[in-house]
C-alpha cells in the first residue's frame, strides 16, 4: 500500500470526533468537543493548522515530527480535528506548537474553517504523486483569504517526496506556484523525514519573531531560513 495513500494510523493522536452518519451530527459533536478541548492560545502556544486534501499524508507528517516515526499499515482517513503539541527550542526560547491535523473531506470543510481564524502559520499540504491535490491548492488559499488572519504564517509543502516514480507533480511547478502567492515552499517526506523538522522550526522561528521582533528590527523570512539551511545541509528539496 502506497504511504499515506488514505491517511494514516490514528494511535495516540487525540481524537475530538467520532464518526456518525448524519454529518450534521458530525458537526454537532464537534462543537460541544470544540469547547470542552480548545482553549485560546496563551501567550507562549502557536496553533499551527496542516490543512490540504484528504490523503496527502497530514496525519503521518504531524507524526513524523512529534514522534520521529512513520505510520504504516491500515489507512484511514481523520474525521473531524486531531491535535498534538510539541515545545521546541528556538534560540534559546521555548515555543510551544499547537498542531492541529485537519479533515480533507469536503464534507469536513465547514468544521475546519472554524479554526483558520485562530492558526498562528498554516502548513499546506499536496502529495506529489496525487495531480489533483495540487491543482486544489489554490482553492485551498482562496479559503485561507477568506477564513484566516491577514498575516498568517502559511508553506506550501509537496508530500511524498521519496515516491519519485509515481510522481506526477514537478518540484518546479511548486516552486512556481508558492512565487505566485509569494509563500514559501519545500518538498517534504514523511517516510525518510526529508525537510519535516524544517518546515516547522522554519514556522517556529517566524512566530517567535513576530512575537520579539522590535519596531526597527528586520523581518523573518521563511523562505530565506529555509533557503540557508537546506545551502547549509546540502539539501536541494
Keep these: 500500500m502506497r504511504s499515506g495513500g488514505l491517511g494514516c494510523p490514528r494511535p495516540g493522536v487525540k481524537s475530538l470526533l467520532k464518526q456518525q452518519s448524519d454529518p450534521r451530527q458530525t458537526e454537532f459533536r ?12 496563551s501567550s507562549t502556544t502557536s496553533p499551527v ?7 496527502v499524508g497530514k496525519t503521518c507528517v504531524l507524526v513524523r515530527f512529534k514522534d520521529g516515526a512513520f505510520l504504516s499499515g491500515s489507512f484511514i482517513s481523520t474525521v473531524g480535528i486531531d491535535f498534538r503539541n510539541k515545545v521546541v527550542n528556538v534560540d534559546g526560547a521555548k515555543v510551544k506548537l499547537q498542531i492541529w ?18 492558526a498562528h502559520a498554516l502548513l499546506l499540504l499536496y502529495d506529489v504523486t496525487n ?24 508553506m506550501l509543502l509537496g508530500n511524498k517526496a521519496d515516491m519519485q516514480a509515481e510522481r506526477v507533480v514537478k518540484r518546479e511547478e511548486g516552486e512556481k506556484l508558492a ?14 523525514g526529508l525537510n519535516v523538522e524544517l518546515a516547522f522550526m522554519a514556522v517556529a522561528k517566524d512566530l517567535k519573531s513576530r512575537k520579539t521582533r522590535k519596531p526597527n528590527d528586520p523581518k523573518f523570512s521563511v523562505t530565506e531560513y529555509v533557503d540557508q539551511e537546506k545551502q547549509s545541509q546540502g539539501c536541494c528539496s
Design 131 to 154: 495531480k489533483t491535490s495540487f491543482d486544489n491548492i489554490r482553492a485551498w488559499l482562496s479559503e485561507i483569504h477568506e477564513y484566516a488572519q491577514q498575516d498568517v504564517v502559511i
Design 49 to 55: 493548522m496542516l490543512i490540504g486534501d484528504s490523503g
Design 179 to 192: 512565487r505566485d502567492f509569494g509563500i514559501a515552499f519545500m518538498e517534504t517526506s514523511a517516510k525518510t
Design 30 to 41: 464537534f462543537c460541544r468537543a470544540r469547547a470542552v478541548y480548545r482553549a485560546p492560545a
Design 101 to 118: 491535523d485537519t479533515a480533507g473531506q469536503e464534507r469536513f470543510r465547514s468544521v475546519t474553517h472554524a479554526y483558520y481564524r485562530d
